[in-house]
T-cell receptor, first 113, second 111 residues
Framework: KAGVTQTPRYLIKTRGQQVTLSCSPI?????VSWYQQTPGQGLQFLFE???????NKGNFPGRFSGRQFSNSRSEMNVSTLELGDSALYLC????????????FGPGTRLTVT | GQQVMQIPQYQHVQEGEDFTTYCNSS?????IQWYKQRPGGHPVFLIQ?????EVKKQKRLTFQFGEAKKNSSLHITATQTTDVGTYFC???????????FGDGTTLTVKP
């Protein structure tokens, strides 16, 4: 089975711009979660999508949003980028919303200058 | 809010020595997961524990879930250089999240 894929792998953006990241889960997995990883804050939960609906949301500002498509692929969007948004954004897929066994993609390394 | 804490933050060992990392939750967990992240990589799922007092082994790795389901440990016997990385524990978030991750224990192994 193919693993979780994320595109792009690396991004450099300027403050104030917006960015869209993409995630394709493992085939058959319907839950996709997004995490932000930084050296200082560790792994922070952003949101989870299941069956095209946001099921859970972490404590992040409204500039962070996401969506899920009918094929379970997911995108997350960050608007009005700030320097502090520089991080590794990880997508994780799991079978269902009550499944905590998560499989992570390689991540998108976002640098905001 | 719910907190998941791991100790130690860093551990440096000589190859062949044993290693243990501990995970403690501020709330009772229905289950707990362990992940390993190699330098420059992404977290990789290792195992899930569900039952109180459960012990599972994967080759040189032994995972334990506490009787009260608020703590867990990962023990590596006779470390190898391939064990290098950060080990995270995670549990279901009781506050409208998916999972709460500990801050991880970073293991370095000197050959």
């Amino acid at each position: 089975k193919a693993g979780v894929t994320q595109t792009p792998r690396y991004l450099i953006k300027t403050r104030g711009q917006q960015v869209t990241l993409s995630c394709s889960p493992i085939s058959g997995h319907r839950s996709v979660s997004w995490y932000q990883q930084t050296p200082g804050q560790g792994l922070q939960f952003l949101f989870e999508y299941f069956s095209e609906t946001q099921r859970n949301k972490g404590n992040f500002p409204g500039r962070f949003s996401g969506r899920q498509f009918s094929n379970s692929r997911s995108e997350m969007n960050v608007s009005t980028l700030e320097l502090g948004d520089s991080a590794l954004y990880l997508c994780a897929s799991s079978y269902g919303t009550n499944s905590y066994e998560q499989y992570f993609g390689p991540g998108t390394r976002l640098t905001v200058t | 809010g719910q907190q998941v804490m791991q100790i130690p933050q860093y551990q440096h060992v000589q190859e062949g020595e044993d290693f243990t990392t501990y995970c403690n939750s501020s709330t009772t967990l229905s289950n707990i997961q362990w992940y390993k992240q190699r330098p420059g990589g992404h977290p990789v799922f290792l195992i899930q524990l569900v039952k109180s007092g459960e012990v599972k082994k994967q080759k040189r790795l032994t995972f334990q879930f506490g009787e009260a389901k608020k703590n867990s440990s990962l023990h590596i016997t006779a470390t190898q250089t391939t064990d290098v990385g950060t080990y995270f524990c995670a549990g279901p978030d009781t506050n409208a999240g998916k999972s709460t991750f500990g801050d991880g224990t970073t293991l370095t192994v000197k050959p």
